[in-house]
């Protein structure tokens, strides 16, 4: 791995306080890998072999029951992904393919485990990124089951907005049946929310949104703190898009 790379991690939250040793010690026997798009990466019960850390291009993860699939968070660079069944030794609870070519860092379970437990720095900042996700969960737990449709996708546009400080014209970073999936909704129902927007504050052209009313779309939308993820605007390795989907645990 190169130095660029390996400073590329350290700044990572999870890696940024673990001592010299520690950090120098799992770099050695992490390797790098890029992978093609639509590869299944990890599959939902199977137990962690590796931390996963995207480098570059972006991963979806999703569940599946009884014939039924929903998108649970699009990874953006530069983030590790599913820590948390690889600190617990526990099974995934979701599975992850890449969207499109990807560059990923793997580092061995086991020998992560092994660091965890002897260097409290970077246990304590484990413990912040599964905190964090937890909260990202309940956040979105909340948004599914308070707002409707229309009141989702406009808090959405606004969230992508204010990450692009606060730009009027966005373009979805995923394809519309992902972000509907993501948001709840048939790919039906997006369409239908999308058009109501339509008539009131936005202007569609293909994948790109452009916000015509602010003021009405954060009237339907009505931004909260506790229930939408706050903007970080920031160019460091830490800052995490995710669709605004931080979906790490």
């Known amino acids: 791995m190169t130095d660029d790379r390996k400073s590329e991690l350290r700044r990572l939250p999870l890696f940024r306080e ?25 599959e939902q019960g199977d137990f962690a072999d590796f931390l996963h850390i995207l480098i570059d291009g972006s991963v979806e993860l999703f569940a599946s029951w009884n014939g ?16 948390a069944a690889c ?4 099974p995934y609870l979701m599975s992850a393919r890449t969207l499109e070519r ?19 720095d970077f246990a304590m900042a484990a413990m ?3 905190a964090n996700g937890y909260r990202g969960f309940v956040r979105q737990t909340r948004n599914l089951k308070l707002r ?7 808090a959405y546009i606004l969230q992508r907005s204010d990450h692009e400080n606060a730009a009027d014209s966005i373009v979805l970073p995923v394809e519309k049946r992902h972000l509907a999936s993501y948001l709840g909704m048939t790919p039906e129902n997006l369409s239908r929310s999308i058009k109501a927007l339509q008539g009131q504050c936005l202007k569609v ?36 898009h995710n669709m605004n989907m931080r979906r790490t645990a």
Do not use: N, W
């Open 18 to 42: 673990m001592s010299t040793p520690t950090f120098e010690s799992l770099m050695k026997i992490a390797y790098s890998q890029v992978f093609p798009p639509r590869l299944d990466l990890i």
């Open 68 to 83: 039924r699939s929903t998108v649970m968070g699009v990874v953006q660079p530069v983030s590790t992904f599913i820590l």
């Open 87 to 90: 600190v617990c030794d526990e």
């Open 102 to 120: 990807s560059r990923i860092v793997m580092i061995p379970v086991a020998d992560v485990r092994v660091s965890l437990r002897h260097d409290p």
């Open 128 to 130: 912040r990124e599964l």
């Open 148 to 154: 409707s449709s229309v009141e989702r996708l406009a």
């Open 205 to 240: 052209q293909g994948m790109r949104l452009t916000i015509t009313d602010r003021a009405q779309l954060t009237a339907l939308a009505l931004p909260d703190a506790v229930m939408d993820e706050p903007v970080k605007r920031s160019a460091r390795p830490d800052s995490k």
